[in-house]
């Protein structure tokens, strides 16, 4: 099984059946360890509980770059190798970005409040990651005022590629200028600085939450093919009654 | 070469005709800095300090606003599909556009930041600042809105999308276009720096953006 096998939408939609129950019962395990082991996680001697927030913080913040990621890599699929379902990839990963990267500022905002005295500050990575933001809500809307999708879907391709270029600034944001928000601390030169205590629950939330949004974008996937064909149904059957 | 250059002179001089609009750019430009002081009061000391940040809001948004026109107006009369069935490669073809833009529209905006700069109170050396990195600054304005421009042809009716899809990516050059000003007039952290990065950024969108937009017309135009 090729990437290639897979431009036929109907073994797609097969092969993602299958796979589907499978990975939304391994993805439900790992989120639940994960949560368990962040619950039993101990206090941190100075942020006490509110440290906890970073086990959902980290996995989303990490997501919102990872998702714009794959869709950079989908809009190669469109424009490059032209595979059928990149573009189906690239429209249905964008809305799940955008929710990532919300819930990313929202619990690094929650945790900001009580840790910094203030719910929103301009420091250089929270900026862009809000720019992330807006740009994946610009994405949404610029899918949703094409009508064609094939046209939609080079246009977003253009536009996710050119985007791209933000993700590099996020990552480094915090090692180029000197922020308020702490320096990259898990994978770093030289090994983590976080204690095992704390970097356990947080690879395994990490990995539970990749594997979440695996399953809601193959599932959205099969939805979009889904919704694609019953619109060609109802064309086909609007201009047969029309005759 | 040739073809370019003709390309680049027939944009500059149908830019600057009667229906061209380049000139409305400044007019614009003017307006949001006259709104200005209606919105935050007429204190003399706190517009020389945001001066800076008001004339280059003011100079994002009205290169922002003309660029939708860079190739719609060449698309609704047809020769844009003269220009992309041209044996000149057409990411070339787009940098000249976007030259013949700047040089129209940008450059404009660039000389009369000074004037600007009197109505809100700037010395000298802040209206030097605000005009210099306006100068550096605005051709990557030009070439990243370049994409949104070529974008505005497959979307045909763009408007208000095209700014949500432009701005974000326009915000760096705002974010040093700014500080570079702000550290020419009072910081203590040198010119330099963000000015350099100002001129980096500049030269960057001057590679993306015609790729970018040749391959979004290229893919649009079909």
Not at chain 2, 15 to 24: E, H, Q, S, Y
Not at chain 2, 41 to 55: E, Q, S, T
Not at chain 2, 101 to 107: D, E, I, P, Q, Y
Not at chain 2, 174 to 192: K, Q
Request: glycine residues 8%; charged residues 10%; proline residues 5%.
């Amino acid at each position: 099984m090729t990437l290639i096998d897979l431009a036929n939408p109907s073994r797609f939609l097969t092969l993602a059946g299958r796979i589907l129950p499978w990975l939304v019962a391994i993805t439900a395990l790992v989120l639940a360890i994960g949560l368990y082991k962040s619950a039993v996680a101990p206090d941190d001697y100075q942020q006490g509980a509110t440290v906890k927030i970073m086990f959902i913080h980290v996995p989303n913040a990490w997501l919102s770059m990872f998702v714009w990621g794959v869709m950079s890599i989908a809009a190669l699929g469109t424009l490059v190798w032209r595979h059928p379902l990149a573009d189906v990839a690239a429209k249905t990963a964008a809305p799940i970005g955008a929710a990532f990267t919300f819930l990313a500022l929202l619990t690094g905002s929650l945790w900001g409040r009580p840790m910094w005295g203030t719910y929103w500050e301009w420091d250089a990575r929270l900026t862009s990651v809000l720019i992330l933001f807006l740009m994946y809500l610009g994405l949404m809307a610029l899918w949703r005022a094409v009508e064609d999708p094939s046209r939609a879907a080079r246009a977003a391709a253009v536009l996710t590629l050119v985007g791209s270029v933000n993700i590099p600034i996020i990552k480094f944001s915090v090692d180029w200028w000197n922020t308020l928000h702490q320096p990259a601390s898990v994978i770093r030169m030289g090994g983590s600085t976080l204690d095992r205590a704390f970097l356990i629950p947080l690879v395994v939330m990490a990995i539970g939450f990749t594997l979440l949004f695996l399953t809601l974008h193959i599932a959205a996937m099969r939805n979009e093919i889904l919704r694609r064909r019953v619109r060609t149904l109802q064309m086909l059957q609007a201009s047969k009654s029309a005759a | 070469m040739t073809a370019l250059t003709a390309l680049v002179r027939r944009d500059v001089r149908v830019a600057l005709r009667v229906g061209g609009g380049a000139l409305i750019g400044v007019l614009f430009f003017l307006t949001v800095v006259v709104l200005m002081p209606f919105a935050v009061g007429p204190d003399l000391a706190l517009l020389k300090k945001l001066g800076p940040a008001i004339l280059w809001l003011g100079a994002l948004l009205a290169s922002l606003l003309t660029l939708d026109r860079l190739f719609t107006a060449d698309h609704d009369d047809g020769s844009l599909d003269l220009i992309v069935m041209s044996r000149t490669p057409l990411e070339l073809a787009c940098a000249a556009k976007a030259l013949a833009h700047w040089l129209a529209v940008g450059l404009p905006l660039v000389a009369a930041a000074p004037i600007l700069g009197l109505l809100l109170n700037l010395d000298a050396v802040a209206t030097g600042a605000v005009a210099l990195t306006l100068f550096a600054g605005t051709p990557a304005l030009t070439f990243t809105g370049m994409i949104g421009g070529a974008l505005a042809v497959v979307l045909r009716r763009g408007g208000l999308l095209l700014s949500v899809l432009v701005l974000p990516l326009s915000i760096p050059v705002l974010i040093f276009g700014v500080a570079a000003s702000n550290a020419a007039v009072s910081g203590p952290s040198p010119f330099g720096t963000p000015f350099s990065i100002l001129c980096a950024l500049s030269l960057a969108s001057l590679v993306i953006g015609p790729f970018a937009a040749a391959s979004s017309l290229r893919h649009g135009l079909d």
